[in-house]
């Protein structure tokens, strides 16, 4: 329910009615001390964002985007973000990605997908498996 929502900053916290007495002068911003993170998507809208609340809460980040303007702007966000550009459509690259991550991180505890890939068609004209690339 819209009631039961507070906004801080960009972010939505989802709080119980219940929840709420006890919540008073408590941060809405998560622990992340020690998190290693991968992000597809990392240099963009929901994934740039993701990254920045956890580089806030003290996790280290690697962003994989195909865009360098998104990239540098992870980037941006500090010295525990490390950025590879990569095309998630690859199965190889991903799989490179993850390994450099690994090593730049020591070691991956979480990842967030939100890399998207977008075709502007009408509806019923969606072919299942469609391999052709997106928008570049």
């Given at each position: 329910?819209?009631?039961?929502?507070?906004?801080?900053?960009?972010?939505?916290?989802?709080?119980?009615?219940?929840?709420?007495?006890?919540r008073?002068?408590?941060?809405?911003?998560?622990?992340?001390?020690?998190?290693?993170?991968?992000?597809?998507?990392?240099?963009?809208?929901?994934?740039?964002?993701?990254?920045?609340?956890?580089?806030?809460?003290?996790?280290?980040?690697?962003a994989?985007?195909?865009?360098?303007?998104?990239?540098?702007?992870?980037?941006?966000?500090?010295?525990?973000?490390?950025t590879?550009?990569?095309?998630?459509?690859?199965?190889?690259?991903?799989?490179?990605?993850?390994?450099?991550?690994?090593?730049?991180?020591?070691?991956?505890?979480?990842?967030?997908?939100?890399?998207?890939?977008?075709?502007?068609?009408?509806?019923?004209?969606?072919?299942?498996?469609?391999?052709?690339?997106?928008?570049?």
């Amino acid at each position: 329910r819209a009631s039961d929502c507070s906004r801080t900053d960009s972010a939505v916290t989802i709080v119980s009615a219940a929840a709420r007495p006890w919540r008073e002068g408590v941060t809405d911003r998560m622990d992340a001390t020690g998190w290693r993170v991968l992000i597809t998507g990392g240099g963009s809208g929901i994934g740039l964002r993701t990254a920045e609340l956890l580089v806030e809460g003290g996790a280290r980040v690697t962003a994989l985007d195909v865009d360098e303007a998104g990239l540098a702007r992870a980037a941006a966000l500090g010295d525990r973000v490390t950025t590879l550009r990569v095309d998630v459509r690859s199965r190889d690259a991903v799989e490179a990605a993850v390994a450099q991550a690994e090593a730049a991180m020591g070691g991956l505890d979480r990842v967030v997908n939100s890399a998207g890939i977008f075709r502007f068609s009408p509806f019923l004209e969606i072919i299942e498996d469609d391999d052709r690339p997106g928008p570049a």
